[in-house]
């Protein structure tokens, strides 16, 4: 069997839900299981939505009938009135009504997840009811009944015995009447609570369900032709790789290569399948595998840009020198606040780590660091990691920035500039 994942942009309109049909018709001899992401831009809005309603902000009724009206415009593109699925959307927008008629109660995590997941449960009610008027029979599946999380809101960790469980006992026997149509990103707590996997959790998603049902393979679909040495958006002449290995694509994901996430790659490793990245506007091409033997070809340097980066530098109130205790301490912090570090330095005095921001959560760890710390940081950064870089590479990349933080290695390079 097969597991194809379709990101939001794949699914932006109804020119590419139509797009998608006419590539899962390609593989109606095959078990098929395909992973959806929410539409378009839409878990942004949800993310304003969400903001908007934590902070009673008069708007947040307006946002939402925006994101409302850009599916329903979708719908009136794919479906005559009158057909069922219009009343499944309006059931599942219903929730997030029901959620912000009351003032909010709860953590923004746990409210973040309950919000922004219905941008998924939404896409994946279209598809799959735009399969079955396509001739292709699908059953549509909710994702928080298969992939059981603990309670790490909005960085749920998978359950991974109870989730193989679950998916082994159900699903073969579902795959072999029709393809299935599930959600990315979400997960379900033992309460019945919904969580999401971090952002761009889909592709973890897909690896889940490949390695707990021994998949041929996992196919992600994007609107790129494969995984290219770096982000097109940043630089006019990138290159395709034909292959990678499995340990390539983790270093490359760990730094923060935004084609695949970072956790889809190790469940695929373990069960030995391969991962195909292809661009859905051309199915036929041949896209990037990445395998346990891929041969890695670097023509040129990977080279990820990461930008809203923060840099934080912390030292001992009494100017004593950073010690072990120390890093425990601030590590502790870290981890508590859900936030990940993507450069350390220490010197003798201090410790420095830049980071990805997120307002919310920076500011309690920031909070929690003055209690015991001097504390300065800079934010509004960019983060570059150069894998495998040549002489002069880190010159031109830096070349009129200025430098606030650079780490060489062997083989990787990283430099936090403003």
């Not at 794949?10 to 797009?19: F, H, I, L, M, P």
């Not at 660091?369 to 950064?381: C, E, H, I, P």
Request: hydrophobic letters at 40%; charged letters at 25%.
């Amino acid at each position: 069997m097969l597991v194809f994942k379709f990101g939001g942009a794949s699914v932006k309109d109804a020119a590419g839900v139509a797009n998608l049909a006419n590539v899962v018709k390609q593989y109606t001899d095959k078990q098929l299981l395909i992973v959806v992401s929410a539409m378009g831009k839409t878990t942004n809005a949800l993310e304003k939505l969400t903001k908007a309603y934590m902070e009673q902000d008069e708007e947040m009724h307006a946002i939402f009938d925006e994101i409302k009206a850009y599916h329903y415009n979708i719908l009136s593109e794919l479906f005559e009135p009158g057909h069922p699925v219009f009343d499944e959307v309006a059931n599942t927008f219903v929730e997030v009504d029901w959620a912000i008629e009351d003032e909010p109660h709860d953590s923004y995590d746990f409210v973040y997840d309950q919000i922004v997941s219905i941008g998924e449960l939404v896409s994946t009610r279209i598809v799959s009811a735009f399969l079955n008027k396509e001739g292709v029979k699908s059953k549509w599946l909710d994702v928080r009944g298969y992939i059981h999380t603990d309670n790490t809101y909005r960085e749920g960790i998978v359950d991974w015995d109870k989730t193989k469980a679950s998916i082994s006992k159900e699903i073969p026997a579902l795959l072999e009447k029709s393809i299935i149509v599930t959600q990315g990103f979400l997960g379900g707590t033992s309460e019945n609570f919904t969580t999401t996997l971090g952002r761009e959790g889909s592709d973890y998603t897909a690896s889940i369900f490949a390695a707990s049902l021994g998949a041929e393979s996992v196919t992600t679909w994007k609107d790129v032709p494969g995984i290219l040495n770096a982000d097109p958006k940043h630089f006019a002449d990138t290159v395709k790789f034909d292959e990678l290995s499995y340990t390539e694509a983790i270093e490359m994901t760990y730094y923060g290569a935004s084609v695949i996430h970072p956790k889809t790659i190790k469940p695929l490793q373990n069960a030995k399948i391969p991962l195909l990245v292809k661009p859905f506007t051309d199915p036929s091409a041949p896209g990037t595998v990445i395998k346990e033997d891929g041969k890695n070809n670097f023509v040129k340097p990977v080279i990820i840009v990461k930008q809203n980066q923060v840099l934080l530098s912390v030292s001992a109130k009494d100017y004593s020198f950073v010690t072990e205790d120390h890093l425990s301490d601030v590590f502790r912090l870290f981890a508590q606040n859900h936030i990940k570090v993507n450069v350390m330095q220490t010197s003798a005095l201090s410790f420095s780590v830049c980071f990805d921001l997120n307002e919310e959560r920076f500011e309690k760890l920031l909070a929690s660091l003055k209690q015991d710390f001097k504390v300065k940081y800079n934010d509004g950064l960019t983060l570059i990691t150069t894998r495998h870089y040549a002489d002069g590479t880190i010159a031109e990349l830096t070349n009129g920035k200025t430098v606030l933080l650079e780490q060489v290695s062997r083989n990787t390079s990283q430099v936090v500039v403003k």
